[in-house]
């Protein structure tokens, strides 16, 4: 095979709008398919890279969540799976508690729990529910392709709506914006607060990292058209990935500003589990460049692995590299007035429908 050729099946090998180019071994499952030889062409197939949506009837919509790094106590995700196909996802190892690989079957099978609404209201009605606000997309996004279809995260806002129930988001889809109406009304009583996912403006990243994703000037114009409409809106930055988008992070704050975001919030990249080989193998695909430069400075920003497991670190990384990305997420926070002031969730106005007439 001449290489033209070479170069040519290696094109075809790369899936396009996807993230993961392949299926890491689930850690739970026994046995592995895998392909030992390139002629073995009768005992193996590509995987199908089509988008599935899988119907689950879940028994719980509504988690507590233990970790000391996250201030949420409770979070909700309509959807396991995300089509987004972020490949730095943390949400990925957690989909191989379902039987599935953290690479390609996180972006293709995504799992409906299409009772989930009526999941939340339950919860909700629990007499021993003390209202705390809970974050709605704390593992994937609820407002992936998915929703348009589904309208799962519509009916849930639509509940905690009618319960006066507050809750954090976090997006990167634009897609929000269909729900503008009922943002505002919960933004009224102080009981929705959001943060869009922004992590590049460079395009060639963008859709490399976030395939299936809106672009960066996109969530710009979705933090701008909500904070006019009253809705209190912040940006996150996360991953923030050293020789990679690390440098973007002041244009990233003082466009966010200017667009209307009040509040931010960073993670420092970390690749724990499957995500380790999936990054790993992302990143020497498409970045040949700079590959070794990226992952040894992701090295040094985790005490020489890519990962860190321990609580109050893992987040934020440690050694001089991640120090650097602390200290230009300090310094612009302050220039452009992000986090300045001191603002919560309304607690106060939630109430279980019939519990006023109850007090009579």
């Not at 497991?309 to 452009?336: C, F, H, T």
Request: charged share 30%.
């Amino acid at each position: 095979m001449n290489e033209e050729n070479t170069d040519d099946l290696q094109e075809e090998k790369y899936f396009k709008g996807r993230g993961a180019q392949i299926n890491t071994k689930n850690r739970f499952s026994k046995t592995e398919q895998v392909r030992e030889h390139v002629e073995g062409i009768d005992d193996w197939s590509e995987p199908n890279i089509a988008t599935q949506f899988i119907d689950v009837d879940a028994k719980s919509i509504v988690n507590k969540v233990d970790s000391p790094d996250l201030s949420m106590m409770y979070s909700m995700n309509p959807y396991q799976g995300c089509e987004h196909g972020c490949i730095y996802c943390y949400a990925r190892n957690s989909f191989e508690y379902w039987g599935y690989s953290a690479g390609l079957d996180f972006e293709r099978k995504i799992l409906v729990k299409k009772n989930a609404p009526q999941l939340l209201r339950k919860f909700l009605m629990n007499k021993n529910y003390q209202c705390i606000p809970i974050s709605l997309s704390g593992n994937t996004d609820c407002y992936q392709p998915a929703e348009k279809k589904f309208r799962l995260t519509r009916q849930m806002l639509e509940v905690c709506n009618e319960f006066n129930q507050p809750v954090g988001m976090i997006t990167k889809n634009a897609s929000i914006l269909r729900d503008k109406d009922i943002l505002i009304e919960m933004s009224k009583k102080k009981l929705v607060s959001i943060l869009i996912s922004v992590t590049s403006f460079d395009e060639e990243i963008r859709r490399t990292m976030e395939p299936r994703t809106t672009t960066g000037k996109q969530r710009l114009k979705v933090i701008e058209e909500l904070s006019k409409a009253g809705v209190r809106m912040g940006v996150m930055l996360g991953p923030m990935i050293p020789g990679l988008n690390e440098h973007e992070m002041q244009r990233i704050m003082k466009a966010a500003s200017e667009a209307g975001a009040v509040f931010s919030a960073y993670t420092f990249i970390r690749l724990n589990g499957a995500i380790k080989l999936l990054f790993h193998d992302w990143l020497y695909k498409n970045f040949t460049d700079r590959a070794d430069k990226v992952w040894h400075l992701i090295e040094k920003g985790h005490g020489g692995k890519v990962n860190d497991s321990r609580w109050g670190v893992r987040m934020r990384g440690e050694g001089p590299i991640a120090d650097l990305v602390r200290q230009q997420y300090v310094k612009y926070n302050k220039l452009y007035h992000l986090n300045d002031e001191r603002w919560e969730l309304n607690t106060s106005l939630f109430k279980r429908p019939g519990e006023q007439l109850s007090l009579f």
